[in-house]
């Protein structure tokens, strides 16, 4: 059993009794939303949605939506709401997403959360979505982006000063050189952190006046986060 599994387990009513619907994880860029959606993903079976990695993989591909998106990304700024929502309405229309999917870097700005409202408005049968704001502090989140290294062959994340390889810069379990971000530099970082006052932030309040809204302390052992993001959840479907 995993010990993110085990951390939830010790609770009573168990994960799996669940079910997750859609789920928001919001955050600033580095409190942990993509370590935590992968956390869930096996814990429920349900999809992770993370924009940046789609985008990301559209840029590495080379699309017209990546070549748009590039040098924006590049910069730390927001790619336009039109882009993303159409890039979000093609994910949402896979099968795996019916019994809920998790939304990770995804209402970034008000005009996206109010379309995402708007199209689950228009799907009675979908669960509604919870909202989870994950918070850690700023010199946390400036250490794990900085920090950040990931394997290009199985996704692991890793960070090198509070979750290093065994092998510095090499993927425990594939053996590849990590890489790194283009975007996880202190410069472009504070870029990001700009973008995500101005434009992110209200959409936290936004989902808070909603309700079916919880914040969730990041900081700590990744098992022990996302068992209170599941608590959160359970709490939040009852
Ligand atoms: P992330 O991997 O979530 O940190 O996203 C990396 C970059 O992709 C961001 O800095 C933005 O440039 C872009 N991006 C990801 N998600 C969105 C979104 N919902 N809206 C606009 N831009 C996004």
Known sequence: MSSTAAAVESDPDTAAKIIP??????GAPGVGKGTQAKELVKLWG?????????????????????????DIMQHGNLVPDSLVNEMV??????PDTSIGYILDGFPRTLPQASWLDDRLGTHPEVLPVVAVSLHVDYN?????ITG????????????IYSNPPLKAGFCDVE???LAQRSDDTEEVFAERIRAYDAQTA???EHYREQGRFAEVDGDGQ?????????????????
């Open 89 to 94: 309405a093609v994910r949402l229309q896979q």
């Open 46 to 70: 349900i999809p992770q949605i993370s924009t940046g990695d789609l985008l990301r993989a559209n840029v590495a591909q080379g699309t017209a939506l990546g070549n748009a998106a590039k």
């Open 21 to 26: 619907g859609p789920i928001l994880l919001l």
């Open 175 to 177: 053996g590849a050189a």
């Open 202 to 204: 209200p959409v936290v």
């Open 222 to 238: 990744i098992a022990a986060i996302a068992a209170r993001i599941v608590a959160a959840v359970r709490q939040l479907r009852k």
């Open 148 to 159: 950040r290294r990931n394997c290009p062959v199985c996704q692991r994340i890793y960070n």
């Open 140 to 144: 946390q989140l400036l250490r794990r």
